[in-house]
């Protein structure tokens, strides 16, 4: 990652935007990092990543044993090229291999067991304390930087979130069906919101963003003028 003095003069906490999936957020997240000049981390490619390898060594992702066997033998990683983020799982980049429904499912099942979530949540939490960046996740607000001022909550409706996924799929060249996307959309919601460890919820603090009507641009400007009234409320104290 590349250290930015520029942003670091004028943040000293690192940015938490939580939502569900196909909400926008990992678009805002990123443009929100590029104009701040300060880094950007996708912690949700941490969780496909170790689901992407727990399927390739036919690991149940419900086995608890198994999975927590499988934490102590793989370090996962983050690189940037350009604005593009690279997940490397014991030094193999498998980006290109997280994208996929079944790998998508998969993250949000693996991510219900505590080992998984405080595993990663440890690794994300240190690269926020070492530098201010932008966080996007689904327990950023609540767990990973539950002490930060900068906390926003970004979502959309399941119709529009899909529409979203539908688009992003047909430009990958997948076939997709929109019936069975929105399915699966409103089922990982279901997960993420009822798991029994750190579910997916807007922390009492954070600011919600409804992106169903918005331009990227505008959800963007929103999260940066919020950003800026806090910071100067912090300067003045």
Known sequence: MQRSDGGEKH???SIAIDGPAGAGKSTVAQRLAKELNIPYLNTGAMYRALAFFALEK???LDDKAAVAQLIKDVTVTVFHEGDEQHTVLNGFDCTDFLRSETVSQGASKISKLPVVRDALASVQRQLAQSRPMV???RDIGTNV?????YKFYVTASAHERTRRRVR??????????????????????E??????YMPLRQAEDAVLIDTTELSIEEAVN???KTVEEKRDALLLR
């Open 145 to 149: 930087l539950f002490d930060t001022p």
């Open 222 to 224: 929103i999260i940066k």
């Open 168 to 189: 992003q799929l047909l430009q990958l060249g997948q076939e997709v069906d929109f019936d069975s996307i929105l399915s699966e959309i409103i089922s990982r919601d």
């Open 135 to 137: 966080l996007e996740g």
């Open 58 to 60: 036919g690991i149940a």
């Open 11 to 13: 943040m000293k906490y």
């Open 191 to 196: 997960r993420d919101t009822n798991r029994e």
